[in-house]
């Protein structure tokens, strides 16, 4: 539905395929975000004395998911 708004006022959507560059990038960003979030993740354990319900890695996952298509953002 939104789409089909986008087209109507001139706006064509083209759905992307991978690149190799965004995976590169992603793969990168999430090195890099894996110590972050691990710290983040052992805070929340002594902070709230229970296992938060997002684990490092998945929380390292989707900041490189939110950050990567910031990057090829036209």
Same mark, same amino acid.
């Not at 690149?19 to 979030?37: C, D, G, K, M, N």
């Given at each position: 539905?939104?789409?089909?708004?986008?087209? /109507?006022?001139?706006?064509?959507?083209?759905?992307?395929? +991978?690149?190799?560059?965004?995976?590169?990038?992603?793969?990168?960003?999430?090195?890099?975000?894996?110590?972050? /979030?691990?710290?983040?993740?052992?805070? /929340?354990?002594?902070?709230? !004395?229970?296992?938060?319900?997002?684990?490092?890695?998945?929380?390292?996952? !989707?900041? /490189?998911?939110?950050?990567? +298509?910031?990057?090829?953002? +036209?």
């Amino acid at each position: 539905m939104q789409s089909q708004r986008l087209r /109507a006022h001139g706006v064509q959507h083209v759905d992307r395929v +991978p690149r190799p560059e965004f995976a590169l990038y992603f793969s990168l960003i999430l090195i890099v975000a894996v110590p972050f /979030a691990l710290v983040g993740w052992v805070m /929340a354990l002594v902070r709230e !004395r229970r296992i938060p319900e997002c684990g490092p890695f998945a929380r390292a996952w !989707r900041e /490189a998911g939110e950050i990567t +298509p910031e990057i090829f953002r +036209p």
